[in-house]
C-alpha cells in the first residue's frame, strides 16, 4: 500500500510538473507570435498573441525556458500588450496593462523598455487629460477690471518695460516682453481673451501653443497667466522627455514666484504629474540630486 502511494506521488508530480511546462511553452510560443506581429506591427494579432501569453503564464519573469537550451530573456507580456493596446487606440486598456507590469517590477529592470513604459504611460495620461472636457471652473480667472489692476500692482511705474518676478526668466525671453508691451496698451477685455485661449489650449494639451499665447500676460504680472504659463512648461517638458534639461528648473521658478493663495494645491484637471514636476525640488539642491 505504501508503495503504491509512493508510486502514485511520483505519477501526480511528473504529471504536474510536465503541465507547468507545456504551459510555459505555450506561453513562450504566444509570446513570441506576439512579439513577431508588434515587429511587423499588427497590433490586433500582437494583442490578441499576448492576452493569450498573459492567459497561460501571468507572471513577468526575467527569463522563461522556450525549449532546450533556449530562453526569452525577459518575457512582458504585460508590457507589450499594453503597447499594442494603445496603438490600437484602447487607452484605458493599454494604461491598464502598463501599470499592471510596472507594478510587477522587471520591466524598470530593462535599460530600453523601462523608459519605454514610462513615455507610454505619460502620453496616455496627457490626452487623457486633453481629451477631458474643460472644467467649470478650472483656476478663478480675474475679471477684466482685477487683471488691469493686478498689471498696474505689478508695475507702478509705466515707463518701466514689463517682466518677471525678480529671479525669474521671461518665458519665452524675446517675444514675452513684445507681447507683454502690446497686452499692457490692449484693451483689458482682450487681455482676458487671450488668458482664456491660454487656458483653454493648456487644458487640451497644446503646452507649447498656451506657453505661446500666455507668454505676454505672464511677464506682464498677470497671475492666472504666470500659473499656467508654469503648468504649460512643465507639461511640454514632461511630455517631450527633457527633464533633465533646463527648461524644468525654469518652470518651478515661475511656479515658485507665485504668492502660495495663488498656488491651487488640487487644480480640477491637471496632471498630477505636471504637479508633482513643479513641486520637487530644484536639481541644483541637495534634496534634488540623485545619489
Known sequence: MCRKRALLFVFLLASSLLAARLLAQD???????????FQRKDFGAAADAFRQAVRRKPGEQRRLHISGTFFHEYYLPHFFLGLSLKEIGDAPGA????????GQGLVSQHPAYGPRLNAALLELETKATS?????????AIPTATAAAATAATQRPDPSTPPGPAAGVPPVPAAAGAQAGLLLEKAPASEARTVLRNGVRLFFRGDYDGALKTLSGLS???????????????????LAGGREAGPELPRARALYESLPARARPKSPSGVS????????????????????
Open 27 to 37: 506561453a513562450a510560443d504566444s509570446y513570441q507570435a506576439g512579439l513577431d506581429a
Open 219 to 237: 511677464d506682464a504680472g498677470n497671475e492666472t497667466a504666470r500659473l499656467f504659463a508654469a503648468y504649460a512648461m512643465a507639461g511640454s517638458v
Open 95 to 102: 494604461r491598464a496593462e502598463l501599470l499592471l507590469s510596472k
Open 272 to 291: 498630477a504629474r505636471i504637479l508633482e514636476a513643479l513641486s520637487a525640488p530644484a536639481a541644483g539642491s541637495e534634496a534634488g540630486r540623485t545619489p
Open 131 to 139: 481629451s477631458a472636457p474643460l472644467p467649470s471652473k478650472p483656476v
